[in-house]
């Protein structure tokens, strides 16, 4: 009891203050946008190490197909960006696990002494950074295209050795109106499915690949 008395009596409130502050500040780093300098004068822009990593991986996407219509293996383009990625990935790892340390070190010390804590009070809302954004709407448009594939597979070829659903849907269409509802359903889940894919193109201001998404391995 003494020894727990004065591991209490040495973790001070001004220390718990201190260690609280620091990890606010090293989550600050981790989460929050910060300046990023442009080139070719640029005004720099605020972006969160996530967010500078998925505007990243964009331009990777846009050089590697620019690769690829010009049949360059090995393109010094996309080599640069890569390493500039694994660079940017390594960056935000320390960041974030720099902040995760700090906000344990905060709450060890506040649980010490015998507060009741929250540990997401200290954490930053979540990043509204362009690059955030954009990472999000690609997450979007991605779901969107797997849900329409999904309804697609469902009808068409659910698995390699059961007879497609559509052969049993159009059979029997004609047979009672019950039917004729089922087949109903499921062409209305596909056009929905389908409508959702496209808004979501529109808003991440792709175009939508219809036909990869009926089969991802086709360009």
């Keep these: 009891m003494a020894t727990l008395t004065k591991q209490r009596d040495a973790?001070?409130?001004?220390?718990?203050?201190?260690?609280?502050?620091?990890?606010?500040?090293?989550?600050?780093?981790?989460?929050?946008p910060h300046e990023v300098e442009q080139p070719g004068g640029a005004p720099p822009l605020l972006l969160c190490w996530a967010g500078r990593i998925a505007r990243a991986?964009?331009?990777?996407?846009?050089?590697?197909?620019?690769?690829?219509?010009?049949?360059?293996?090995?393109?010094?383009?996309?080599?640069?960006?890569?390493?500039?990625?694994?660079?940017?990935?390594?960056?935000?790892?320390?960041?974030?696990?720099?902040?995760?340390?700090a906000a344990s070190t905060w709450a060890a010390l506040a649980t010490a002494a015998g507060q009741s804590i929250d540990p997401a009070s200290i954490y930053p809302p979540a990043c509204t950074c362009d690059g955030c954004k954009t990472a999000a709407l690609w997450h979007d448009h991605n779901e969107a295209r797997g849900k329409y594939s999904d309804a697609l597979y469902a009808l068409l070829a659910p698995n390699p050795t059961d007879r497609p659903p559509l052969f049993t849907l159009l059979e029997d269409f004609n047979k009672t109106e019950k039917d004729r509802e089922r087949f109903w359903a499921a062409m209305k889940t596909i056009y929905d499915s389908a409508k959702g894919y496209d808004a979501a193109c529109k808003a991440a201001g792709v175009q939508a690949n219809w036909r990869m998404a009926m089969a991802p391995w086709v360009e």
């Design 57 to 101: 991986y964009d331009k990777l996407a846009t050089a590697r197909e620019d690769a690829r219509r010009r049949g360059s293996k090995d393109d010094p383009a996309v080599k640069a960006i890569e390493a500039a990625i694994r660079k940017l990935e390594a960056s935000y790892t320390a960041a974030a696990s720099a902040a995760e340390d």
């Design 11 to 32: 973790v001070t409130p001004n220390r718990i203050d201190a260690a609280r502050a620091a990890a606010v500040v090293a989550l600050g780093n981790a989460y929050l």
